[in-house]
């Protein structure tokens, strides 16, 4: 049987560079199941598509190719919002989650991340983390991405974003962002990636024994 871990919280928690870090050291496939919300979204916004429509949208989503995603091309801020959007329509996630459980098959392991993983994705993954740090450090480490690229940012037009981004998906009816009763907490707020990775992988090494 394949080893899954399930990583879920908020934007800009850290949990991307976590999930990478993690399938690397244990040579397990990962996958962001944001970027197939958001290579939905792109798809739509491209085609000139309105959000609003279900059945389009679950079209598109059943078109998502997992071997294709692209997070440079996908990370626009615009696609992001669009694509917070339509992951609260129920068609939409039904099709999406069943990709991401074919994936979370895979041999020998896999690492997903996302909000819903440990809750309805993958319910009986034998390690779940949740990532999160307070809405002011997850904005502050977002803006300085953004600087540290050479673009520049308003810190509190970032700030209103992830509260808004907050709200939204943890208040959705289907699929909203919350802890598994099982998972481990980690908030990151005063905490390094260093410092978070030398967490994870005590947990993650304690439940590889008990397999
Ligand atoms: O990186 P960032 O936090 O901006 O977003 P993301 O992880 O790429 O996800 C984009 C949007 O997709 C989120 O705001 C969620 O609404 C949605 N999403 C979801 O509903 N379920 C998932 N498993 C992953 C993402």
Redesign the pocket.
């Given at each position: 049987m394949t080893f899954i871990i399930a990583i879920d919280g908020p934007?800009?928690a850290g949990k991307?560079t976590l999930s990478r870090q993690i399938a690397e050291l244990y040579g397990f496939h990962h996958l962001?199941?944001?970027?197939t919300?958001?290579a939905t979204a792109k798809a739509l916004l491209d085609a000139g598509l309105a959000l609003n429509d279900e059945a389009v949208a679950e079209r598109m989503a059943r078109e998502v190719d997992l071997g294709g995603l692209d997070r440079d091309v996908l990370s626009r801020h615009e696609v992001?919002e669009a694509?917070?959007k339509i992951?609260v329509m129920t068609p939409v996630r039904r099709a999406l989650v069943q990709a991401q459980r074919d994936f979370s098959r895979r041999e020998p392991g896999t690492v997903l991340d996302?909000?819903?993983?440990g809750t309805v994705?993958c319910p009986d993954a034998p390690v779940k983390l949740y990532v999160t740090a307070s809405p002011e450090v997850r904005a502050r480490r977002r803006h300085d991405e953004i600087l540290a690229k050479g673009g520049s940012a308003d810190f509190e037009a970032i700030f209103e974003d992830v509260k808004r981004?907050d709200e939204?998906?943890m208040g959705r009816a289907d699929?909203p962002l919350k802890p598994a009763d099982d998972a481990h907490l980690l908030d990151t707020s005063e905490m390094s990636i260093e410092a978070a990775f030398q967490a994870a992988r005590d947990i993650i090494d304690t439940a590889l024994t008990r397999k």
């Amino acid at each position: 049987m394949t080893f899954i871990i399930a990583i879920d919280g908020p934007a800009a928690a850290g949990k991307g560079t976590l999930s990478r870090q993690i399938a690397e050291l244990y040579g397990f496939h990962h996958l962001d199941t944001g970027l197939t919300y958001r290579a939905t979204a792109k798809a739509l916004l491209d085609a000139g598509l309105a959000l609003n429509d279900e059945a389009v949208a679950e079209r598109m989503a059943r078109e998502v190719d997992l071997g294709g995603l692209d997070r440079d091309v996908l990370s626009r801020h615009e696609v992001g919002e669009a694509a917070s959007k339509i992951a609260v329509m129920t068609p939409v996630r039904r099709a999406l989650v069943q990709a991401q459980r074919d994936f979370s098959r895979r041999e020998p392991g896999t690492v997903l991340d996302g909000r819903d993983i440990g809750t309805v994705v993958c319910p009986d993954a034998p390690v779940k983390l949740y990532v999160t740090a307070s809405p002011e450090v997850r904005a502050r480490r977002r803006h300085d991405e953004i600087l540290a690229k050479g673009g520049s940012a308003d810190f509190e037009a970032i700030f209103e974003d992830v509260k808004r981004r907050d709200e939204r998906d943890m208040g959705r009816a289907d699929s909203p962002l919350k802890p598994a009763d099982d998972a481990h907490l980690l908030d990151t707020s005063e905490m390094s990636i260093e410092a978070a990775f030398q967490a994870a992988r005590d947990i993650i090494d304690t439940a590889l024994t008990r397999k």
